[in-house]
């Protein structure tokens, strides 16, 4: 059975780089059948996508969040990893990582399997 | 590239049928049929339910299905149970190789 957990801290000052890091179980990042994505919750809100890599090592990225992003994946230890500067209290989510299930398709957006999620607080 | 659009709440009584609209542009909804649906209860990660607009995975029910209509996806479920009350969340690709989620639905079983 395939599991995602994710790892890091859980409080970052605002104006430093939050790192997160996603390590899977069960199965191999390594497949051209996945792509492999960030999802996050602000409290009380909606899901927001962050971004995705594939096994090629190829980013998808939110454009908004493109200049402050870095997805990037350890095939090596079956993992991948986010990393978000400059971060603000805007920042504050439960952040997911999540397997994108290809279905053939580039980027299809079926998330089937979630890790349980990390919430991530930006104190000023 | 904004969110698509859902009600912020629907209700239904069990057993009823209810329906649960994501509205987006033909930048998104309406030029692919890759939609996605996902249910979320209180404090747990999200569920897969419906993807490729109509499509459910293994193990979910054939109560939950989905549609498209022009910018319009829909996910309808019928026979309603009080385990189905929930937040639904649209998911949708974007013309350049993105995504985009909806606001999410709160679903209140009465």
């Known amino acids: 059975q395939l599991q995602l957990q994710e790892s890091g801290p859980g409080l970052v000052k605002a104006s430093e780089t939050l790192s997160l890091t996603c390590t899977v179980s069960g199965g191999s990042i390594s497949t051209s059948d996945y ?18 890599i594939y096994y090629s090592g190829r980013t998808y990225y939110k454009p908004s969040l493109r200049s402050r992003l870095t997805i ?8 991948f990893s986010l990393k978000l500067s400059s971060v603000t209290a805007a920042d504050t989510a439960v ?26 607080t930006v104190s000023s | ?43 747990k990660a999200p569920k897969l339910m419906i993807y490729e607009v109509s499509k459910r995975p293994s193990g979910v029910s054939n109560r939950f299905s989905g549609s498209k209509s022009g910018n319009t996806a829909s996910l309808t479920i019928s026979g309603l149970q009080a385990e189905d009350e929930a937040d639904y969340h649209c998911c949708s690709y974007v013309a350049g190789a993105t995504l985009v989620f909806g606001g999410g639905t709160k679903l209140t079983v009465l």
Request: with cysteine; hydrophobic share 30%.
């Open chain 1, 95 to 120: 952040y997911y990582c999540a397997r994108d299930n290809a279905w053939g398709w580039e980027l299809p957006g079926s998330f089937d399997y979630w890790g349980q999620g990390t919430l991530v």
């Open chain 1, 35 to 52: 792509y492999w994505g960030w999802i996050r919750q602000p409290p009380g809100k909606g899901l927001e996508w962050i971004g995705s």
């Open chain 1, 72 to 79: 990037s994946a350890d095939t090596s230890k079956n993992l």
């Open chain 2, 1 to 43: 590239q904004s969110a698509l659009t859902q009600p912020a709440s629907v209700s239904g009584s069990p057993g009823q049928s209810i329906t649960i609209s994501c509205t987006g542009t033909s930048s998104d909804v309406g030029n692919y049929n890759l939609v996605s649906w996902y249910q979320q209860h209180p404090d």
